[in-house]
């Protein structure tokens, strides 16, 4: 069965840092496009960074940019987001997607995503 799986997620204070992970099972995520996005409460799910298959990485949203990172590996079922400098306003519930439809790579958020993980809850507060 092939599914995604998030973990990492939990509670920090503000100011401090979460590596949240997406593994596969199933398959490898080598030429697949990958996006994060969050969900707040009462929010509509947006979303967050996007990794090409070859690595390159793009914002979607601005308010993470210099403060998030998306890398892949050294598993070839893995791909982490890095989050540094946590704000309240960063709480939401974290997911993983998989793409094939923008050939390996990162398009608008709104792109085809063929599976998505079930998320990770991250929580920032004092």
Not at 26 to 36: A, M, N, P, R, V
């Amino acid at each position: 069965q092939l599914q995604l799986v998030e973990s990492g997620g939990g509670l920090v204070q503000p100011g401090g840092s979460l590596r949240l992970s997406c593994v596969a099972s199933g398959f490898t995520l080598d030429y697949y496009t990958i996006g994060w996005f969050r969900q707040a409460p009462g929010k509509e799910r947006e979303g967050v960074l996007c990794i090409s298959s070859n690595g390159g990485s793009t914002d979607y949203a601005d308010s993470v940019k210099g403060r998030f990172t998306v890398s892949r590996g050294p598993a070839k079922n893995t791909v982490h987001l890095q989050m540094n400098s946590l704000k309240p306003e960063d709480t939401a519930v974290y997911y993983c997607a998989s793409s094939t439809y923008g050939g390996g790579y990162c398009q608008d958020s709104d792109m085809k995503w063929d599976y998505w993980g079930q998320g990770t809850q991250v929580t920032v507060s004092s």
